[in-house]
């Protein structure tokens, strides 16, 4: 067994995991948190985006917008990974063959490096454009881009529960 | 009651229309992603709103004009809520009309919209009322954003109590 495998074997036959199995309320009850905590990550990533497109929030200087809207969305983010790793622990072998939740975390990995991208490269000269109504091509493009990300992230999620039959 | 609306959902479920929603696989999936994504934005309007009459939100707007940011754009989402969500009942109807948690959900939501209408329009109209009244906005904001989650929760709850 690779080590890959003895940690998720690790997770899965944990008490934890085994009482979120077993337990008929925890199941529905962490996935709730989740569906709560991943709205205000879309939620409050879409409104920065929406003002990178220039769609939205337009008198607001971007990096103004973006302090104030970000530590709710890591905070939400911090949540939804937490509950999200509880249930994937309850049924990792099975997460982990199901295609879409692996384009899930692929997704999740590529929003990240737009972000990451974004910070580095187009967000370098930020208070030459940040106060302007309609930000520069780049800019829109990041924006752009994750809105679709997120709005694929979240298809997947529900896609996940359609093609893993025991987890309705 | 609960005969009729057995009955009803049985009528409903057999029209050529929600055939179409039960046999397309693609088509419930869809609508619930739809729905999932507008249900970020009404929740997270209304979050951030909230946020701000605790000053934790852009302190240095008027709460007047981030109302009128974050709480105008959530009726038309709402609307979209209700259209994607009925055509989820016509889909699945014994899913939520059969279902004391769909009914927990419409009662929240009905609270919901009044507290946030309530709420929004007060600070609109007469921008100085809440000034004075800070402990009342407070718990306004406290309730609104707790029945706003118990939407949330009831919503995902349904998958787990509809009837066999």
Redesign the interface.
Known sequence: MSLFQQLIAFFEDSSIADAIRENDLLFPLIESVHVVAICLVVGSILVLDLRLLGFASLDRPVGRLTSAVLPLTWSAFIVAACSGFLLFMSHATKYLANGYFITKMALIGAAGLNMIVFHAVAARDLPKWEARRLPPPRVRVAGALSVLLWIAVVACGRWIGFTMEELQ | MEALLITFSKWLASTEFSHTIQSV?WI???L??IH??C???V???A??VN?RIFRL??R??PLGAVTR?FLSPIWPVLLILLLTGSLLIIGEPRRSLVNTTFYIKMSLLLIAIVLTALLQRTVLASPGFFEKRQTAIRALATVSILVW?GI??A???I??TQAG
């Open positions: 696989t419930i999936p869809t619930q992603t999932i994504l249900v970020a934005i929740f997270s309007s979050v951030l946020l939100f852009e240095d707007q940011r989650s949330l929760f919503g995902r709850w998958a787990y």
